[in-house]
């Protein structure tokens, strides 16, 4: 009975924290993404202060790093988009003619005319948007919105690698002696294992740029690299990012006039690109660092959408292994701990993978 007690107040708890961070999105979603960024960063900035600089000033390298990186990605983006520009008059014109073609369609299938299509899709946007007004002021609401928490997950970052001792220190104070040296392991692990997840779908991203490139290249895709960069960083939300970025590629494809050639192409293309990374780049550049099953990685997935929308689906993964980690050693929540992970055994190495990896650590 105790036992069943007790694992109540810890399901009352969780449910307790989750409608904590519904209500508390606006101010925990830049704290969140700074720390996990930051946690990115310590190992770097370790280094920066064995060389003899001050903290404040290895923390504001790191910080100027992720800046600049974010910079080029955009750049790329900005550039691959201004030669995409250039043919927008015709795209336009073509889903013009693709959307009236539509139409006719569902006219000589459904039996619903012209005008009523164009009463029905009018009503709706005047239901979802209040007008043209409302809407740029969404837009606007949204785009100052961002501004204001990227500047805030950069100050954010900035001060918790300055603080990290002070905050390490914090935490130690709130554990018991004897448990100091679990509470040591638990930070330690916890950075670790967000800064090789991170690292690792990095590099990772990396990889899945050249590979699109290479395919939708050859596919004869205007603007290619545009597409294959946007369809890599998409791939920060796990599942949905892929196939949004292909669908979007696919869209344009169609918006340039290509023919079902090149559409196949771009679907075959996508079609090795998630091979190889579901079984060969996941498992090497990535790892199980997050060592997450399947069924748990989709409802985080799932439930973070819930709570913080998209900010939430690129931090569930490693909140989620945060998480497993603090559960793998406090006794009481081992149970929950072992049904997040996996049950595979350990010091077993006969995959293909475990061959690689054991070359490289030779």
């Known amino acids: 009975m105790d036992k069943l007690q007790h694992s109540i107040y810890i399901l009352l708890f969780f449910f307790l924290s989750f409608a904590g961070l519904y209500f508390a999105a606006d101010f925990l979603i830049p704290v969140a993404m700074a720390a996990v960024f930051a946690m990115l960063f310590i190992r770097l900035c370790n280094w920066f202060e064995s060389k003899g600089l001050s903290r404040g000033i290895s923390s504001l390298f790191c910080l100027l790093l992720f800046v600049s990186a974010i910079a080029l990605i955009v750049f790329l983006l900005s550039w691959q988009l201004s030669g995409l520009a250039e043919n927008l008059d015709a795209m336009k014109q073509r889903l013009i003619n693709l959307f009236t073609n539509l139409q006719h ?82 930070v330690h692990e916890s950075g670790k294992v967000a800064q090789q997840y991170l690292s690792g779908l990095g590099a990772m991203i990396a990889m899945l740029w050249v590979m699109y490139g290479i395919g939708f290249s050859l596919a004869g895709v205007e603007s290619a690299i545009f597409f294959a960069v946007l369809c890599g960083i998409l791939e920060v939300i796990p599942f949905i990012g892929n196939l949004t970025g292909t669908s979007i590629t696919v869209l344009a494809v169609i918006a340039q006039g290509g023919d079902s050639k090149m559409i196949i192409t771009v679907l075959i293309t996508y079609a090795i690109v998630q091979f190889l990374q579901t079984y060969i780049l996941e498992p090497l550049v990535v790892g199980e660092q997050v060592n997450i099953n399947p069924l748990f990685t989709i409802l985080v997935i799932v439930l973070g959408e819930m709570v913080w929308g998209i900010p939430g689906m690129i931090l569930a993964i490693p909140l989620l292994g945060i998480i497993k980690i603090i559960c793998d050693h406090v006794p009481e929540l081992q149970p929950y701990g072992f049904l997040m992970g996996t049950e595979k055994q350990r010091g077993r190495k006969t995959g293909v993978i475990d061959k690689i990896k054991g070359l490289f650590n030779k």
């Open 105 to 186: 369609w569902i006219h000589e299938q459904v039996g619903v005319t012209m005008r009523q299509q164009k009463e029905l899709v009018k009503q709706q946007s005047d239901s979802a948007g209040g007008g043209t007004g409302n809407m740029l002021a969404s837009f606007a609401s949204s785009v100052m919105g961002i501004m204001v928490n990227t500047i805030l997950v950069l100050v954010y970052m900035f001060l918790f690698l300055f603080n990290r001792s002070h905050i390490k220190k914090f935490i130690l104070k709130l554990v018991p002696g004897d448990e100091k040296n679990t509470a040591v392991n638990i």
